[in-house]
Each structure stands twice: as structure tokens, then as C-alpha cells.
């Protein structure tokens, strides 16, 4: 039977590779529209082989983004259309993909943006369609202009009930991971940090959506407040256009009678055929995920492995081809080691070329960490970065053995032995040692960030103690040096390797493509399986469990003070 199962998952492979060689470039007809189905999650990094593309559950971020500039550049694409569903994306993505339709209009060509939601909320989505030349809602449409909202959990109650008590050393008032499972509410500090952010963000989409419909600041405010919801409803706020289906949407912009071209074939028109891409080559590196030292997804991108990361930026630094480095960090932070070692390799890069940082959603603690070394950073407006602190998080479950009537007899020798993992909490003694060790990790991070960002280190840890800054705040606290996404980063990275600006370089994956023999080991050794949970799974699981390894394993960390999900 297993057998029987390889010969089949072998077979797929090998479809799925011939498929790949055998693909050649499309026709497209002159004046076509492009059709875009834009909704659920997308993946951080492009797959770079044929079993990664065989798992993808769609395409990644970088590749809908060359889409929409391949539109802007081929005189046969008349228009788009972006027929968008339910967002998961952050809101710093999300805005990374709306200036991405911004500069596609900017060429002239008119983008058609066709709502076809059925949810309680719907700003993210209203926000990227603001972008478009017309915007309609489909029949049926409800999607009401709510806001922004999210939650914080605290686990302290609970596990007080369990007999389980939980210890943490922490630098920075607003370093408030541990509160999650320590805490039965929110600290003045963390409740003031998270206002910043929620109001940052609010206003954010407040400026886009009216910018974008031709409202007042104002207006739009007053629209959050009604939630206009219902197709008929978001006609009469001025939000959308008016009520069509997808044939209907086209025609009434129209572009009816001109022929579509989906995803699937576009795919596959080379960007070079249009001026794209065929210059010096920049490398592309992506760090998605918590940090840690070993282990991760291999070869697609993903993961933020610090084994996997190192050896990319060493490859890059040593192919004399590549005349810069794109180093994109999606990651709310994790191993210190791990952190700190990427940091090294980061800087050795940068003195052989340049090396910018580009943000996704999130680069706070570990993730700030690894960027601070680069020659320069970017940021959307929404992403969630700085977070300059350090915690230790321990469990004690004498409480929890009691209630159980279990009995636990410790032999130590050293009195600073249990610390790790014994049940009873820590002593003075412990607990001082321990809170010498956690501001040595943040003594470290600071003189990071400050060698890094060139920056006194007072000033850095003002801006530290675990306060969660807002792009836009941390370009104004000189965090960061500009804002933009993964396209600006690329043109920031051009200009530092003084590529003419004129030409458009190459962008190569690193690391590339896995060997053959490597895919079917990566198969057998669990891709398959965390794919296809991935896929079968109901639900998301809310960040914050992810969380929970590092109170089981006693961990210290460079995480930020939100485990949160905006909505």
C-alpha cells in the first residue's frame, strides 16, 4: 500500500514538472481585459519548484504584484478586473497590494473593482477597492464599512483555576506578551500602546478610502459609524458605483466586448517579452514565520529557519551576478540566537553590496532585529515593527501537581538548576539571576539596533521597551527610512547598486529551486503533511496558541507585546 502511495505521489510530481516544461507563452489578443479573482490568503514567497507549485494553494503575494505590473506594461491589456472575496491578508499587505492598483491606474489603464463578499465586516476589502477606477457590488453583496477591530486574550484566570502560576522576567513596560498568560486583563501600558495602533491603523483607512471614493475624512468617519452594509446601502454612501454582476461590471466600464484573460494564462507571459525584468539581477529573500535557529519549510520560501536564511544571504553576497539584496522579513520575532546570528550575516552582506529590508505585516522584536543591520529599510504605513524588547516566560505547576495530588520531589544540585524545568516558582536568588540574563538580552539588542540604524543607544531604547510602532510612527522615529512595499524596496535597492534607472533588474529567488531527489525527501518527511493540513483544517488557529510553545519550554524570546489579529 505504502508503496503503491509513493508510485502515485511520484507520478503527480513528475505530471506536474512535464506540465511546467511543456507550458509556453499564451496569445493574448490586443485590447483584452485582465480578470483577477483577488480573496483568502497569499502566500508570503513564490514557490520555487515544480512540487511547491503542485501544493500551492494559490499564488503568492510577488506574483499577483508582477501581474498587476505586467498589466501596466503590455499595450494588448486594455484594463483589469479584480473580482475581490473575503480578504486574509494584514493590513500593511493589503496596502502593498492597493498601491500596487494605484500605479497600475496611474498607466492609464482603468481598473474595475467587483466586490462579491457576504460578511460581517468588509473595510479591508472596501479599502483595496477604493483603488479602482469603478467599483461595484455584486447582487447579494453584504459588507458593511465597520472599521477595525481585534482582541487580546488573557489567560491568567484560567490557568490560576489549573494550579498553574505564571513567572516572567520582561524589558520594557510595553513588552506585554507575557500578560496573555500571566494577566487577567491588560496593563495600562500595553492598553496605550494598542490604542496607538488601532488608531494609526483606523486613520489610515479613513485617508485611503476617502482619497480613493472622493470623500471627506469626515464623511468617512460617519460612514464607519452607520456600517453601511447592504449593496444598495454602499451605492447611496458614495462607496461603490453600482450593483452588477461581472458581465455588467465590465460593460458598464466599458470593456464588454473586449476579451478576458485569467490568472492561469497570464501566468505564463514572460515578463522580459514587455521590458520587465531584463536587467542586473537583484536577489529576492524571504523570512516568513517565527525565527528560529533550525528546522522549517524547506526550499518554498517559507520559514524563517536561521540556518536556511544564512545560507541565502551568504549565496547572495558570493554570486558576483547579483548586484543587491531584497531581504523581505514577515515575522513577529523569536530565538534571540537565531536572531542575533541573522543580524551578523546581514551586516557581513552589506559590505559586499547592498542590502534593504523590505516589511511585511509585521517586523517587530526578533524581526526588527534581523533588519537593523541593512543598509535601509521599508515599511507599509500598517506594518507592525519595533517591539525593541525581551521577555522570559516559566511555568511553575506545583499548584496544578497538588490539585492533582501528584508528588514531585526534586534533587539539584546548584541552586540555579530548576530554573528551566522544575514545578515550584522561582526563589529570590533565581529570580535575580534571571532578570540579569533577560537585561543582558536587551543590552544586546540595543547595541544591535544602534550599530545598525546608527543611532545613540539611549535614543534606541526609548524608542524600545517593547512599544509596537506603526510604520508610519517609525519612520517618523527614524526606524525606518522610507515607506513602500516590496516594489519600492527593489527600486531602493536598484539605486544603491546604481543599476540605470531606466532598466528594470531581474529578480532571482534565493535559494532557488530544489533538486528533484530533495523534493521527494521534503515529501516524505512531512511537506505533504502540513500541506494538506493546511488545506483540510476548518479553522485558523488564532496566533496567540502559537505562543504557547514559549511558556511550555520556558523560553526566552524576542517577540512582540501583541499576539492580535486585526479584523
Known sequence: MRRTALVVLSFLVLAGITFTILQSGPHIDDNSV????IGG??????????????MASGPALPTLLLQLEKAAADERIRGVLLHIRPLQLGYART????????????SGKPVVALLDIAA?????????????????????????????SGEFLHLGGILEKLGVRMEYERIGIYKSAPEMFAARGMSDPARANA?????????????????????????????VTEAPGTARELVEAGLVDGIANR????????????????????????PTDLGLRDGPAIALIFGDGTIVSQGGGPGTGAGFTADRII??????GEDDEIAAVVFRVNSGGGSPLASDAIWQAVRKLRELKPVVISMADAAASGGYYVASGANAILAE????????GVFLLRPSISGLYEKLEINATAITRGPFAPVSGGSEPLTPLQRERVRQFVRSLYDDFLERVSVGRELPTPDVDKLGQGHVWLGSAALENGLIDELGGLWAAVHRAKEAAGIDPDVDPRRVLVPGPRSLSTQFRDLMQGQLRTWLIRELLPVRVPAVFGALAYAVDAGVAYVPGWWIEFY
Open 34 to 37: 485582465l480578470t483577477l479573482d
Open 41 to 54: 490568503q497569499f502566500a508570503e514567497a513564490p514557490p520555487t519548484d515544480a512540487l511547491a507549485r503542485l
Open 95 to 106: 496596502q502593498e497590494l492597493r498601491d500596487a492598483v494605484v500605479r497600475l491606474r496611474e
Open 120 to 148: 460581517l465586516n468588509a473595510t479591508r476589502e472596501l479599502f483595496l477597492a477604493s483603488a479602482a477606477s469603478k467599483v461595484y457590488a455584486v447582487p447579494g453583496y453584504l459588507g458593511p464599512l465597520a472599521g477595525v
Open 195 to 223: 490604542n496607538e495602533l488601532f488608531d494609526g491603523i483606523y486613520e489610515q483607512l479613513v485617508a485611503g478610502v476617502a482619497e480613493g471614493r472622493g470623500l471627506s475624512t469626515e464623511r468617512v468617519r460617519e460612514l
Open 247 to 270: 458581465t455588467e461590471a465590465l460593460e458598464r466600464a466599458g470593456l464588454g466586448r473586449a476579451e478576458t484573460v485569467g490568472l492561469e494564462q497570464y501566468l505564463h507571459v514572460d
Open 311 to 316: 545560507a541565502a544571504l551568504d549565496d547572495a
Open 381 to 388: 504605513p500598517a506594518t507592525l515593527t519595533g517591539s525593541i
